[in-house]
């Protein structure tokens, strides 16, 4: 990304006339990227078209550790070439194309393999090409006796060296110690294996083939841990692809057309239209109205009720391999509505692209892995072997429920905890938030697109307070599936603890709650990545994650460099409609929150030192939010305790790691937490003692992905589910064993014993 980014801004800016006689200009091409003959092919037409001389840096490349595993994470293409030979042909190939083009481009080439060498001294003199006309780059203090040799055939050498601060002067020398001593470079072959020489001189095109005839792909992709049907999550969209760009502005014209229709209740998958619709507001602009949602009243909530009750016994016997497909069909078409759902999220939720990108993807995701654990779930288990008897324990779905939705990840969430609801069995009522109905009223289409029979799912968009507070406290629902705030969340359950006469079964409730999400900055911490990963915590979807970071606590060794660097970040983070791509920062989700946050911000001035504010588009159409910075934070202020649900940080001081544990630990929450450092012993300590439910080493503590990070908290953050995980969808069944005696006359068949 970036470096398409860099390639971009080097050709723009040096094709300005003031460039045109000079200064020299020139950059770096990595060889190990596949798709590095083609930029430089770009780079030597606009080096010719604008008649700059140039001078383009050949090496193979330091990072195809980092470039091969976050491809992996991301399920992207692997921009690297899997194998050394192949790089090292590729090398030689690009060398090869450099000297051709000796009459705008200053070739220099950046390697220490003596082949490589070899091979461009060949090369040159075949083409006639002066050796002072190019030169060889290596490092200082490595491989002398090769820069002796270069020298005496009368080459031009450049030796360098990193010049900078210690630490991050360490990880460079670290990194390349890896690179040195690595069973593929040629110094620890030549040097330390003393490999022979004809090894050392093969042809690598011929050894490339060699090794992709032996070997698979040399990084292993981990398959779930699912055994039934392997699960793959969704790719996030590269968005730095034009092509995937160009998706979205289409689907935000499209969207843009078809604003303001009407949303009504789906009730035995029919539309029910009502007395009241309320507006559904973009908030990056409360003019501009995303749709109206239908405002259910009790009686709707009670006939949505009937229709699922009356719906239940069948879709309970539906078989679970049956009710699976219907969820991967579900999860195939939100992959062909994929830009549109975006759109929408964009528009009606105020996501960036990405945000709402991570959004769409998981709730892909939970259709498809929720899918894949029922199939599991579906098979009768033998609980334990013993002659004459079987044992075998299987699942019964609960019956009727009600799925209350929060508004912040509008589609994975809601999709998440209705389609655990559904592929076990239920039949269930969903209650979108009242900031995002028109999501909701999506997700119910293509939850009967993809043909869920008439009475599963039905959409009851209204006033939670009212339709949703009737049914959880109704005798004729068996479970509540909850995500939302603290105080909604403990309503629900102490209303669900009551049994009223006649009522069937307990209800079960599954609460997802708040958090105050603390992140420990250590006095050995890596900067750089704590910087990033701080920010794009705490300030991701504008603070409105449960996961969000909220309380920062730096170790005081740390503590005024850290600060300093994490204002210059979040300086540079930029504000604005989320529509439009190069926005960070968007709005938050409406008026009332807006409103809200800044009073807290207005107080916490009382508590805290205001360090550091944003500024944010002067347009009074908009809910901004300036991100906002406290330090000196007290752990007995508001800002310190209170989840905000906005950008607000909030930095405290730690005099030592015992005391930032403790501060840590010092919340009602428990949802998510992290650290940043290098020490092992204060990572293990972090990883028994500080209390969350997702804990976050080294990166950010937001973005939990589907079966790689089950996500949820305890104490006042949940009851302790983890949605995404294997263990979720039990929470929607209830487990039954049945026992068979298979003694026929004092004999048991073999296969029953
Ligand atoms: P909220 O509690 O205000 O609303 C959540 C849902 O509950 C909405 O659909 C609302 O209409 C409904 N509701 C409101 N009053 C109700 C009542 N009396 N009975 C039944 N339903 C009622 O929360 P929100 O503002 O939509 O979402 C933000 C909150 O959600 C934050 O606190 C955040 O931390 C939390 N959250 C938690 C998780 C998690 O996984 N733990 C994930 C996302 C959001």
Request: proline share 6%.
């Amino acid at each position: 990304m970036l470096k398409d980014v860099t390639l971009r801004l080097f050709k723009t800016i040096f094709a300005e006339s003031e460039f045109a006689a000079g200064p020299a200009c020139g950059l770096a091409m990595q060889a190990y990227l596949k798709d590095c003959e083609t930029d430089l092919r770009d780079v030597l037409a606009w080096a010719r078209e604008c008649k700059r001389r140039i001078t383009v840096r050949l090496v193979k490349g330091a990072y195809w550790d980092y470039e091969t595993i976050m491809a992996e994470q991301r399920h992207w293409p692997i921009p690297v070439f899997a194998h050394k030979p192949e790089t090292d042909a590729n090398f030689e190939k690009l060398s090869l194309l450099l000297l051709e083009n000796d009459d705008v481009i200053d070739a220099a080439f950046g390697t220490h393999n003596v082949r490589s060498i070899a091979h461009v001294l060949a090369q040159a003199e075949r083409l006639g090409v002066v050796r002072r006309n190019f030169e060889f780059q290596m490092l200082y203090g490595m491989a002398d006796p090769i820069k002796a040799a270069v020298l005496k055939m009368d080459c031009r050498l450049r030796e360098y060296c990193p010049v900078g601060e210690l630490l991050p002067g360490m990880a460079y020398l670290v990194r390349r110690l890896l690179e040195n001593t690595s069973n593929e470079g040629f110094l620890a072959n030549k040097f330390a294996k003393s490999a022979s020489r004809d090894d050392l001189l093969k042809n690598p095109s011929d050894v490339a083939a060699d090794v992709r005839r032996l070997q698979s792909p040399s990084l292993h992709t981990p398959h779930s841990a699912l055994d039934t049907r392997p699960f793959r999550n969704e790719a996030h969209t590269d968005f730095t692809l034009p092509r995937e760009r160009e998706k979205i502005s289409a689907a935000l014209k499209r969207l843009r057309q078809n604003l303001g229709k009407r949303h009504p209740l789906v009730i035995n998958n029919k539309p029910v239209s009502t007395a009241d619709w309320l507006p559904s507001l973009n908030p990056a602009n409360q003019k501009e109205i995303i749709g109206h949602a239908a405002q259910a009243s009790i009686a709707e909530a009670d006939s949505a009720l009937a229709a699922a009750r009356t719906a239940q016994p069948k879709w309970a016997r539906t078989p679970a391999a049956e009710r699976a497909a219907i969820l991967e069909k579900v999860a195939a078409l939100m992959r062909r509505d994929k830009g549109d759902l975006c759109a929408l999220e964009i528009l009606e939720a105020g996501k960036n692209w990405p945000e709402a990108d991570a959004d769409v993807a998981e709730a892909i995701d939970f259709c498809d892995f929720y899918a894949a654990v029922m199939r599991d779930l579906g098979r009768p288990k033998r609980t334990q072997a013993v002659a004459g008897e079987t044992n075998v324990q299987h699942w019964w779905p609960r019956g009727v429920g009600v799925i209350i939705a929060p508004w912040n990840f509008p589609l994975a969430i809601l999709t998440g905890m209705a389609t655990a609801a559904i592929v076990a069995g239920n039949a269930v009522i969903i209650k979108p938030s009242d900031q995002t109905p028109v999501i909701g009223a999506r997700l119910v289409d293509l939850l009967i697109e993809a043909g869920l029979p008439p009475g599963v799912a039905n959409l009851l968009t209204g006033p939670g307070g009212k339709v949703g507070a009737h049914l959880v406290g109704h005798p004729q629902i068996d479970f509540i599936a909850f995500t939302g705030s603290k105080e909604v969340g403990l309503r629900i359950w102490e209303t669900a603890g009551h049994t009223a006469p006649g009522q069937a079964n307990l209800k079960k409730v599954i609460c997802e709650m708040g958090g105050k999400n603390c992140c420990i900055v250590d006095s050995d911490a890596d900067m750089d990545e704590a910087v990033v990963g701080c920010i794009a915590s705490a300030f991701g979807y504008q603070g409105q994650k449960c996961s969000a970071l909220s309380r920062l606590i730096v170790l005081a060794d740390n503590y005024d460099k850290f600060v300093e660097r994490l204002i210059a970040a979040a300086g540079s983070l930029p504000v604005g409609p989320s529509e439009q791509p190069g926005n960070v920062i968007g709005p938050v989700i409406a008026r009332d929150a807006q409103q809200r946050i800044l009073d807290i911000i207005e107080t916490g001035k009382k508590e805290a030192k205001l360090a550091w504010q944003g500024s944010v588009p002067n347009d009074p159409n908009a809910c901004y939010v300036p991100p906002t910075i406290f330090t000196e934070v007290p752990s007995t202020s508001r800002l310190f305790s209170e989840e905000i649900f906005g950008p607000v940080l909030a930095v405290s001081k730690a005099k030592d790691f015992d005391q930032a544990l403790s501060l840590a630990n010092e919340s009602e929450f428990a949802l998510t937490g992290g650290c940043y450092s290098r020490s092992p012993v204060n990572i293990e300590r972090v990883k028994a003692e500080l209390i969350c439910g997702n804990l976050y080493i080294n990166r950010t503590i937001t973005g939990a992905i589907v079966e790689r990070q089950p996500f949820g908290g305890f104490k006042m953050s949940g009851a302790g589910t983890k949605a995404g995980g294997r263990e979720y969808l039990e929470n929607f069944l209830v487990p039954r064993v049945i026992t068979e005696n298979c003694l026929r006359r004092g004999f048991a068949p073999a296969e029953e014993s």
